[in-house]
Structures are given as structure tokens and as C-alpha cells.
């Protein structure tokens, strides 16, 4: 069988690798696997299909990706089509109309259901799997990490000081947060190295030892990045069996994309949910392309990808949609015979026969530019840069178009090297933008934060203050004698004094707009030819800091220790990698790890392409994979804990220089392969040999192959500056654009809290600023005690009421509203299953020695039948399927013009309803003129719960439900479980406003309906809400009125049509 991948008929099998070589279209064949088996299998649904992937805009690609060709096919196959002549289109259309109307309807559905489907990173999964083990997902912050570990290592070598001689504590923080989240990599030592075996050893164990403290700590608050390791010990422990089951049952396939960037760890999580050679029901299809491994510094481990790929079935794409056949020709000689790592070799790829190839001139296809570098140093800017002027020179052509400077890439390995040449090219007057070539914390502009920082943290400071004004920031020259003037200071003072006041109280986005405010600091910064670059890393900085302090107000202390964490991310890392400052036509300068994915129409390759270990590697500790033959007691993923006391092993340091070599040509490989029309590799030559010697073709780079030009340095033309054409010049031209005379607000974003923060006369500063978690019903703190309740002797009138005098306030409410969220209903064994999710959210002091009450009381409000308009089921009857929790929203309002008001959904009720409705004297609160609110733009919540319920059998019914943990006993009541009456419930209701966002909420789920589930009247469908105040639901004996409600539940009835008026109404019809 050939292992060439066949997108119509290739099974999904349990082991399946499918290696995509680069721009053979490897995401187009995720897309087509998952349409191909959504439209062939009914018992299939999108949501048993999970794809996890290296990034979130990886994930955010394939998830649109998928929803596109999920539309675009239904549609193909409705049609009777094949436009694009789409290869899983043309399987799918059946000759039988009503086969292809099946399919269509299939793929349909996957679309209605698609916010079902997880197509999500690494980390995603592996919280999905820890919250199915019932352990808590909340992560605390690296920070957290990074000074737990410190703390315990401190400790651990203040323990070893009597018996040890001075450790070096920063390298042994090193190995430990290297350590931290890698079970399966041990610490190691060369004996024949390490001079004293004894103090190695001691080592050895402070480090094991530090490393278990520290996960132990861990397991109750991971971080982002321990979350794998945490998966990992969930899928390794006794009762992995109940979670595994659990994955299984909601999943069919996991796709593994980019799987080449995975590591071991992963793997066997992977392969736990999905054992190779195991009668299970799902399948583990792993995508990527080992060529493309370049990610060892973020953990990627190649060899654990291909140990697991050698156990599997592997296909691979053969066929390049992205590059003219005369790109693919020259790199096919180029790279013909080459390996990118043991069991890694060079795969030749042709292009489809109905390619049109473009027309090039001034420039050949494949080219290699020599450059004479006989001391092995990395001259390659300059060539670079004339390279690029030449094909600007030359008036070069595309396809008859002339090259412009947006049509070439410059790709780099390292961000130093990006900025010589775009130095280089900006003295040629050639425009240059740079991307992922350097870290933002490390520019200028970094600087000059920090010195505002500083100069906040202590503005009386006049040294401090003369600093910052002598920054881009103030503009003022550090020769200029106002530096010397004390009333000049004084005044600067004065607005570091604000600014200080503002960073506290508001925060880092209200600093910087105060900053921008300014007319002197704009004109400052934006001044001269990098004005835009400065601007552009001036906000890069401020969304980092934003971030790294969690959005809210800080001291100038605390934003400078945010600094500092943010200058020690590894430069690599694409939080700091620096945003392109322009999109103005210009020549992009980018490292070759952020253009891995993307192409371009031309690419010059710049780089020394050395085989060596760098500097900065050898700094750091080793971590490779032992061999049998390397001769040591253990083999596999080992640290060398050497590097602690500076004795690496030579078999590390040979290791890693494979390792390097071989990372490389793959770097070498995704930089080429990254142009659809011309490439050109610049190669030193007269110096090292390079990885473009020891990987290519020599005959090609002798220039004996016809596919392959090679041009050496002195053929390019004499450099000179660079004049855009007359068309482009022209665009240039700036015109003041003119002010309009007024502004008139259109649009704000608000929620039910911001409705009542206004209707209460709150001050607010812009409607469109609301916060939907602004605010809260039930005040701010933990009330203990509050004057008016019912007092401790009064009666419960039933035999338990565990809730009944438990704390109320916000904290509490939002404590249960999370162990509500989690709990199972249905769970075989209720009262211990809600015991451990209570236990994982009720941690604080004051509430822990109210754990068993909480459990109880949450246990007998599962088991409460809901009566009223809901029937006689109970939450527990309804389980999860019937429920959905939390579920957020965004719902477009009309344009502010068409004058909709919050009042105008209490005369919408008033026309609804009968005058002994339960909401009647509600709605006419609601049109009181307090409620004249503008609602326009968008309005957001997240509503609790939302219950289906089968009233007659066959017909759904949706119930909007929120828990609610207010205390509603009174001095003077006689029995405790009297303040949950009807009544009662209804007066609380009216007093927090609570109608009115469950109708807010009805109209957001009718539209949701409308849109998920065309096939409903969802009109008819939403028969009302039921607000559970859950203190009173103490099961069967939870007392029932005349009327069929119970206490602890009100529950309220839609009149037919009510909930689309209310749609209507807030779309702007009939205003």
C-alpha cells in the first residue's frame, strides 16, 4: 500500500501519523478528515471530536478553518457542486439526491453545534482532564511558581550549610524550574567527570528533594504550565480508570496537530486516553512534520515524536500547493538526499498539474548568493540588504507586477541579526519592518518604562525625575538648563504624582492613555523615522505590563516587579517577540520560528548557518537523551546536574552539539520552504563549514544543476538609494484629516448589572464601559452576623435546614455558585461527589468550619423536587444533559438612535400579562422613569444554569435558573423555613432586580435558540425562569403552597409570544 495519504478513503485508525511536509496543505487535510467522517457517520457530532495544537492562534486557525469548510461543502452538496474542485466534495457527492441531502443535513448540524466542538491547545486538554478527575483547574500565576521555588531551595541550602560547602543557589533554581512538570526526565551525572562524587550526590538530592516539595504545593494551585504535569499524574493515578472512561465516552477522535513539537510527557498522556493495541472505541491521529521540529526550546522532544510514530502507521502529503514547480525542482536537488535528524529524511514533493506557475524576471527561482566570510563571522547583512535593493533596483517583475518592498521577507535566525539589516536597508532608504527579530523587553523603548517606573515609585526623588524627563517620554535634552530649574522639576513632579495616583487606583491601559493624552509626549515619541517603531513598542510594553498585573490598579512597585519578570521570558517566546510597527508597503524582517506556518511571495534566507552550540546554550543546563552506548547506568531524557558545579559531561556537550546540528537544517528547511516564487539562501562561504554545506546538494551548490542559480556577491549591482514609484510615493502623501464638529455616541456595552448600577443613580463613567461582573446583589463581604436576621433560637420548622445559617455575602455566593457550576447532579454517589467539589472551592478560614453544612444543604437542594411551573423533578432527575451551566453571552441591541430603554421592557410586560400575573406589580416598577436607560450596541451576562425539562413528553422546555444564597429570615419569623415562601422569594426578587435579568436572559436564550435550533418554535420553547434560593430547598419535605410552589423555588410562566416581542423590541422594532 503506498504511504501516500488518500483523504477519501485513509480509516481514522488508532495510531494513524500523518506527516505533512511544508505547504502541502496540512491543515486543509485536518478539515477535510473531520468534514469526511461528520458527513458519512450520523452517530458522529462535532463535539466527540477534539483536535489539540501547539498555540491559540493555531487553534483559532483550525477552528475556522473547519467551520468554513463545514459550510462550504454542506453547501457544495445541497447544490449538486464542486466548484473548487474540492477532493472530499467530489467523494461526497453521491449520485442520490438523498444521500447527498443526509450528508448536508449532517455537516448542517455540526455547524449549528460547533461551539460544542473543542479545538483547542495542549493546556486546554489537559484542564479538561484534570476537571474530569474533580480536582480544582484554578491556576495561580507563574509568579507564584517562580517564588515558590526559590523559597524552597533557599531553605533546602540553608539545610545543607552545616554539612555542605556554599552551593550555587541560582543554577540550582535552574535545574529545579527546568525539572518542575518533566516526570519523565532524571537527574544524571558523569561520574568520570565530577571531581567530588560524594558532594554531587548531596546535590542530586537537593535537587529531587526541592523538586518534590514544590509539585506537592503545586497540585493544589498549578500554573499554566504545570497543567500538563498535573493531567499527567491525573492519568497516572488509581482512579484514572472513571476519568478515562469519561474522555472516552465524549470523544471519538483526538488529533494531535503539530505533533512533532510534542514531548514524552504528552505522549503518554495521549496514548493513556488512547493505548495503541487496546480493544477501545476511539482513536489518536497524530499530524505534523518532524522536518519542522524547531521548538526544542520550548520542550519540543523529536525523539519522543519518533518513537511513538514508529509504533503507528504513517502517511505523508506529497503534494505542494504553495510553491511554483520551479521553487519545488531547485529544493527538491537541494535537499534531495539530506536528513533532518535519525529517521528524518527529505521528502521530494511535485506541485498539482493544474498549477499555473508566474512569470519571474530579473531574478531566478531557487537561488544561492555566496558570500566570501573566511573568519567565520556572520557578514551576511549587507549581501542581504543588496539582494533586496537589487530586486527594487531592477524593477523585477511578478507576473508583469513590479516587486514592490511588501513583496519580500527577509528571514533571520537570530533578532540581532534582523536588525542589522534592517539598518542596513533603512540606509538604503529601503522601508524595513521588523517582527519576532527581538524581544520588546530588551529595546529602547523597554528602557524608558522602566525609567518612568522608577521615577513613579519615587517622584520626590529629583534625580530620578530628571531621568525620566530626559527619556522620549518629556522630550527635554539632558543639556537643557531646565533641568537645573527647581520649579521646572517641581511641575514634572507634580504629573509623576498623578500618574503615580492613576497606575494606583486605575491601573497600567488608564496610564498609558494618560501618557498618550499628552500632546508633548505623542509628538516625543512618535518624532523621526522610528516614531512608529517606538509607538508600536511603547503599547506592546503596556499590554504586557496590562497583563503581567491582572488588569487592575498597582503601586509603581509592583508594575516594576512585573518588569522584571517580563525582561527574564525567554527572548524567543512570542509574548515579548516585537509587533511589525507598519503596514505600510515595506520589506518584513522576521525570524525564521515566527514564519514557520506562512508564506511569502519572495524570501531571502540570512543567516551564518553555523553548526555550532551558541554562547547562550552552553550557559544553560543540559538536558539530552542517553544511549545504550553512551556506557551509563540509566539511559533516556536526563539533566546533567553537573552543570551545577561546571563539570557537564563530554557526552552532553556532543549530544547537544547533534542536537544543534540537527536543529538547524530543520531551520534551514522551514526557511526555505516558506516562498511561493523565489528563494534565496545566502551562504557564507571560506570560513566554518555550515549547515547549508553539510545538508544540500553539492552539485547544486557548485552551480551544476540547472534548477539551482548561484550567484556570488560581487554580481549584484553597486547599492543605491531606493525611490518607491511615483504611484507608491503619492500614497504616501499625508492630508490633516478634518475634526467633525460634534460626536455622537452610537454604540455601548452594558449588562443587567450596569442597567441597575445606572437605574440606582451609580455613577458611571461612559455607558459603553460597564462591567458585567461589576457590582454584585449581595454586597461585597462575608457576613457572619447581620442585625435583622432571624434570631439563633428560632425554629427551622423542618428536621434539617443545613444552609440556614451559614455566612451570606458575595464571597459565598460566588464560592457555591462555582461548586453548583461543577457538580454533577446525577452522580451515582451524590453525597460524596459534592464533598469533594466542595472541599476543592470551600478553602477560607471563616467558611471551612461550615464545610459539612454547605455539603449537606447543596445535597438536599439537588434532591428538592422544583414544583411550581417546572413539575415535580428535581435537579438531580434532570442531570447534566438537561442542564447547561454558566453560559455566557453577548446580544446585540439596537443603534443607540432608535431610542430602545430599559423601561420599555417593563410596558412590553405590562401589555404581556394578566393584572394577577406573579410580575404584574413588578412591571410597573420597571417603567418607572428611573428606568429610562438607553439600551444600544451589545449586552452581556452569564446565566447560571439553563434547565430542559419535558413537561409533555417529547416537547423540550427551557427554564432560565440562577442559584441564589441570600439570607431571606427576619427578626420576628417564627419558622426559618417560613422566609422562603413565595412571598417572600418574590419581594427579594423585586428588590434585586431579578425579573428583569431573567427576562434580559430569555430574550438572549430565544435568539440562541433561534439561531442553534431552527427546528423549535423557540418562542414556545422558553417557558419562563426558576430562581432556586437554594438556603430553603431541603428536599422532599420542603414545603408546597395552594398553588403547587415550593418554598425556595419561584418560578414564573412566559406568555405565548412574549419572548420574541421581547427580542424585537430589543433589535429596535416599534420604536
Known sequence: MSDVLNLETQSLENGLFIEASAGTGKTYSVAALVVRELAMNDDLSISQILVTTFTRNAAAELRDRIRRRLVRTAESLKNNSNEDSDVIVDFLLDPSEEVRTERANRLMRAVVEFDTATIATIHSVCSKIISLSAESTKMAGEEVQDRLIAEVVNDALVAQAFVSPTLPEKKI???????????????????????????????????????????????????????????????????????????????????????????????????????????????????????????????????????????????????????????????????????????????????????????????????????????????????????????????????????????????????????????????????????????????????????????????????????????????????????????????????????????????????????????????????????????????HIADLLNAETNGVGCSATDALDAFTRLVEVDDSSELVSRRVESDSSAVQIMTIHVSKGLEFPLVVVADSWKEEISTNQKKKLPIIRLQKEDGQ????????????????????????????????????????????????????????????DNRMSATALAGESDDVKVLNVDELLETSTYTPSTSEADKKKLKVAESPSAVTQTYRRTSFTGITELQKGGSVVGAARIDSRAGTEEGERLYIRSVGYASNKTLLGVDQMPLARIPGGAHIGKILHEVYEHIDPSHEDLPNHVSTIVRRYVTGKLLSEHGQNIIEGIVLSLLTPLGGAVGNISLANLGLKNRVAEMSFEMSLAHLTAGVKASDIGRLLQASISSDDLLSPYAETLCDPSFDISLAGLINGSIDALLRVEIEAGVPRFFISDYKSNRLDRDGDELMIDAYSTERMLHEMEHHHYPLQALIYGAAIYRFLRWRAPHLDADAAIAGFAYMFIRGMVGDVTPVDAHGNRNGILTWTAPAGFWSKLSDLFAGGGK
Open 173 to 539: 533554581v535552574e535545574v529545579v524550574k527546568q525539572l518542575i512538570g518533566e516526570p519523565l526526565t532524571q537527574t544524571w551525572f558523569d561520574q568520570s567527570v565530577v571531581t567530588d562524587i560524594a558532594l554531587m550526590n548531596r546535590i542530586d538530592s537537593v535537587i529531587k528533594g526541592c523538586v518534590a516539595k514544590i509539585e506537592e504545593e503545586l497540585r493544589q494551585a498549578p500554573t499554566f504550565d504545570y497543567l500538563i504535569r498535573r493531567a499527567f499524574q491525573v492519568i497516572g493515578s488509581d482512579e484514572v480508570e472513571g476519568v478515562l472512561a469519561e474522555f472516552r465516552r465524549r470523544y471519538q477522535y483526538l488529533i494531535v496537530d503539530e505533533a512533532q513539537d510534542t514531548d514524552s510527557q504528552q505522549w503518554q498522556i495521549f496514548r493513556g486516553i488512547f493505548p495503541m493495541g487496546e480493544d477501545i472505541s476511539g482513536s489518536l491521529i497524530a499530524v505534523g512534520d518532524p522536518k519542522q521540529s524547531i521548538y526544542k526550546f520550548r520542550g519540543a522532544d523529536i525523539d519522543a515524536y519518533r518513537a511513538e510514530r514508529d509504533l503507528g502507521t504513517t502517511r505523508t502529503l506529497r503534494t505542494n500547493f504553495r510553491s511554483d514547480t520551479e521553487v519545488i525542482n531547485g529544493l527538491n536537488v537541494l535537499f534531495g538526499e539530506s536528513e533532518f535528524g535519525a529517521g528524518i529524511p527529505y521528502v521530494a514533493v511535485d506541485v498539482p498539474e493544474e498549477k499555473k506557475n508566474v512569470v519571474l524576471s530579473g531574478m531566478s527561482p531557487v537561488e544561492i548568493l555566496n558570500v566570501p566570510d573566511p573568519s567565520g563571522t556572520t557578514a551576511v547583512a549587507s549581501p542581504a540588504a543588496r539582494r533586496v535593493s537589487q530586486y527594487l533596483q531592477t524593477s523585477a517583475t511578478i507576473d508583469g507586477h513590479v516587486v514592490r518592498p511588501s513583496d519580500i521577507v527577509v528571514l533571520v535566525r537570530s533578532g540581532w541579526q534582523g536588525q542589522l539589516i534592517e539598518r542596513e536597508l533603512r540606509e538604503l532608504n529601503i522601508p524595513a519592518v521588523s517582527t519576532g527579530t527581538a524581544s520588546v523587553m530588551n529595546s529602547e523603548t523597554a528602557e524608558h518604562w522602566r525609567v518612568l517606573l522608577r521615577s513613579l515609585e519615587r517622584f520626590a526623588d529629583a534625580g530620578r525625575v530628571r531621568h525620566v524627563v530626559g527619556t522620549p517620554l518629556f522630550g527635554v535634552p539632558l543639556s537643557s538648563a531646565a533641568l537645573l530649574d527647581d520649579a521646572f522639576i517641581g511641575s514634572i513632579q507634580e504629573t509623576l504624582a498623578e500618574w503615580a495616583a492613576i497606575l494606583r487606583k486605575q491601573g497600567v491601559p488608564a496610564l498609558t492613555a494618560a501618557l498618550l493624552s499628552d500632546p508633548g509626549t505623542i509628538m516625543s515619541l512618535s518624532a523621526g523615522l522610528s516614531g512608529e517603531r517606538r509607538l508600536t513598542d511603547f503599547s
Open 633 to 692: 547506568s540509566i539511559e533516556g531524557r536526563v539533566a546533567d546536574v553537573g552543570f551545577v558545579t561546571g563539570e557537564v559531561s563530554t557526552i552532553s556537550l556532543q549530544r547537544l552539539q547533534e542536537e544543534a546540528s540537527e536543529e538547524a537544517a530543520r531551520l534551514l528547511y522551514v526557511a526555505a520552504t516558506r516562498a511561493k516564487h523565489h528563494v534565496c539562501i545566502v551562504r557564507p562561504i571560506g570560513g566554518k563549514v555550515t549547515v547549508i
